[in-house]
C-alpha cells in the first residue's frame, strides 16, 4: 500500500517530505478551506513542492462540462503531467464527466465514495483511483474496512485497472486495517501519518541503545 498526505500545508508536506516515504497528495475544498488561502496562491505552491509525486485536485464545479473545463483549466494552468489526477465526485454529472475527463488524457480520482457500487460504477466509468471514506461510513454505524475490502475484491474480480485509494481516517487501526484489506493506497492527515510512524518504545529503544553504545563505538566515520 502507497502513502498519499492528506492535506494542503506547506509546512507539514515540507517536513513529511524529508523522511516519510509520500507518494502523493490529495487536496478537497475541506482542506484548501483550512489553510485559508485561495486556489491561486496554494496551487502554485504545491505543485513546485509536489513535484513529480501524485497530485489530486479536486474540482468543485457541479455539471459535467464545467467539471471538464475545470480538470483541464488546472492541467494547463500549473503545467501538470502524468502525475496529476482530477478528483471527481461520484454524482450524476460526476460519471458523466469521468470518462470526457479521461478522453481529455486526464487522469481521475473517483470521490466521496460510500458503497461498494458507487465504486464500481466509477471504475466502469474509467475512474483511475477510488476514494471510499473510511471514517465517515464508520461514523454513521457502517463498517468503512469492510466496503474497503469489497470494493478492493471487487475490482480484482472483474478485471479491472483502477486503483483502491482508502480515504477519511481518524485512527491508525483504520490504515491497518485497510492496508489488511489489500487497498493500494490510502490517503492520511499529517497527524495520523505521525501517530502511525512513531511508537514509544522505540524511542525508548533507541535511548538504550545509545547508553549501551557509550564508550565503545570507537570506528571513525
Ligand atoms: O472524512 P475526512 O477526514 O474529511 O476525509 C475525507 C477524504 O476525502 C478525500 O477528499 C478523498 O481523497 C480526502 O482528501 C479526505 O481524506
Known amino acids: 500500500m502507497i502513502y498519499l498526505a ?20 490529495t487536496t478537497n475544498p475541506t482542506i484548501i478551506a ?5 486556489m491561486s496562491v496554494i496551487m502554485p505552491q504545491l505543485v513546485d513542492l509536489v513535484g513529480e509525486r501524485m497530485l489530486h485536485v479536486q474540482v468543485i464545479s457541479n455539471q459535467a462540462e464545467d467539471m471538464v473545463r475545470e480538470a483541464i483549466a488546472y492541467k494547463d494552468k500549473y503545467h501538470l503531467g502524468d502525475n496529476y489526477f482530477a478528483k471527481i465526485p461520484v454524482t450524476k454529472e460526476g460519471y458523466k464527466a469521468m470518462p470526457l475527463i479521461k478522453k481529455e488524457g486526464i487522469h481521475v480520482t473517483a470521490t466521496a465514495i460510500f458503497t461498494q457500487q458507487q465504486a464500481l460504477v466509477a471504475a466502469k466509468a474509467g475512474a483511475d483511483w477510488v476514494a471510499p471514506y473510511v471514517n465517515r461510513l464508520d461514523n454513521i454505524s457502517s463498517h468503512g474496512i469492510e ?19 482508502a480515504a477519511s481516517f481518524k485512527t491508525v487501526d483504520q490504515v491497518h486495517r485497510v492496508s489488511m484489506m489489500g487497498s493500494q493506497a490510502a490517503t492520511i492527515s499529517f ?14 529503544s533507541v535511548e538504550w541503545f545509545e547508553k549501551d553504545a557509550k564508550g565503545l563505538y570507537d570506528i571513525e566515520f
Not at 6 to 25: C, Q
Not at 191 to 204: C, K, V
Open 191 to 204: 497527524e495520523i501519518l505521525e501517530r502511525l510512524r512513531s511508537h514509544p518504545m522505540t524511542d525508548m
Open 34 to 38: 483550512m489553510e485559508k488561502k485561495p
Open 147 to 165: 466496503v474497503v475490502g469489497n470494493i478492493v475484491d471487487n475490482i480484482e474480480r472483474y478485471g479491472l485497472k483502477t486503483g483502491v485509494l
Open 6 to 25: 492528506d492535506t494542503a500545508n506547506i509546512d507539514e508536506l515540507k517536513e513529511l517530505f524529508s523522511y516519510f516515504p509520500i507518494e502523493g497528495v
